[in-house]
Structure formats: C-alpha cells, structure tokens
C-alpha cells in the first residue's frame, strides 16, 4: 500500500501475487499512515510497522513516531521497528520492556513531561519532570527488564538492537 517510489518495478517474482494498493506520490498523507489506518479500518488493535526508523530519509522516521503517538493515545498498540532499533510510545500506564541487561535505550520526548518514572536501568527516575529540551533521558542502560512510567506529555522509549525487546 503506497506510491511504491521506492519499490522495485516490477515488483520481484516472490511478491508477484501480493495484492497492491497504489496511490499517488502526490498525497496528504505518507505510506505509513496510510497502512496504519488500513490495518485499523480491518481492526487491527495492535500494529508493528517493520522498516520505520531505517532507511535513508530521516523525516520518514520522524513521521513514524508523530504517527505512533497519535495512533497510540488512540487505543491503538504501535511499534516501531527496523532490525537496529525498536521504538515504543509512553504512557501513564507502566510499560515494561524485556531489555537485556547492557542494552542501551533512550527516552525521546516530543513535548515537556511530568512524573517520569524509570525503573530497572543503570540511572533510574522516579517521578522527574522535564522540559522538551532536556536531554537526560538520553542514552540509559538497562539493567534487565525496564518499566517505564509517564503521567504526562508524549514520549517514546527507543531501544537499541531490537534482538533486545521483546
């Protein structure tokens, strides 16, 4: 589903009977987005988009973050995932990540947040509030399995090597 500007043409013999949806480059919303809301409009409640923050267009990984926030305070279970890393939004409901101990993660912010809490990492936090421009979240380790816990704001745990989230 997609412009498939990016796709080989034709497509490879392996992914000949797929079915495919194409629109044009031309659009208001990225390929992503519309996946997301296909899957949504089939039922889907949970969804992992593969290839998300890879490749070599930075503002397509970023989008996938804005998307997975929205569609998460949607009721909607996203992650993001592309082999190196594993990308995971925030909420004031603990969320627990099987980390293994020594993988490093990162909690990136897309808005100031109140009452973070950090538990399981090298440098806990215990109901810490930030400014968006705070970098303290950047680069933890985690000592085993890490719960995270956010009362406000939106904020995505970044893990690294997706061998390492379960």
């Given at each position: 589903m997609g412009d498939f500007d990016s796709?080989?043409?034709?497509?490879?013999?392996?992914?000949?009977?797929?079915?495919?949806?194409?629109?044009?480059?031309?659009?208001?919303?990225?390929?992503?987005?519309?996946?997301?809301?296909?899957?949504?409009?089939?039922?889907?409640?949970?969804?992992?988009?593969?290839?998300?923050?890879?490749?070599?267009?930075?503002?397509?990984?970023?989008?996938?973050?804005?998307?997975?926030?929205?569609?998460?305070?949607?009721g909607i279970e996203v992650a993001l995932i592309d082999g190196a890393e594993s990308a995971f939004p925030l909420s004031a409901k603990p969320r627990r990540f099987e980390l293994e101990p020594g993988a490093q993660f990162s909690i990136l912010k897309f808005s100031a947040v109140r009452g973070l809490t950090i538990d399981g990492a090298k440098w806990p936090l215990a109901n810490v509030d930030l400014p968006f421009t705070s970098i303290l979240t950047q680069s933890n380790e985690a000592a085993g399995p890490v719960i995270v816990t956010l009362a406000e704001g939106d904020a995505m745990l970044l893990a690294q090597a997706d061998r390492n989230v379960r």
């Open positions: 796709a080989p043409q034709p497509p490879p013999v392996a992914l000949a009977g797929v079915k495919r949806e194409t629109f044009p480059s031309d659009k208001d919303k990225t390929d992503g987005e519309l996946a997301i809301e296909a899957a949504i409009a089939l039922g889907a409640t949970q969804i992992t988009l593969v290839g998300a923050l890879g490749g070599p267009r930075s503002d397509h990984a970023f989008a996938h973050f804005i998307l997975a926030l929205r569609y998460f305070r949607q």
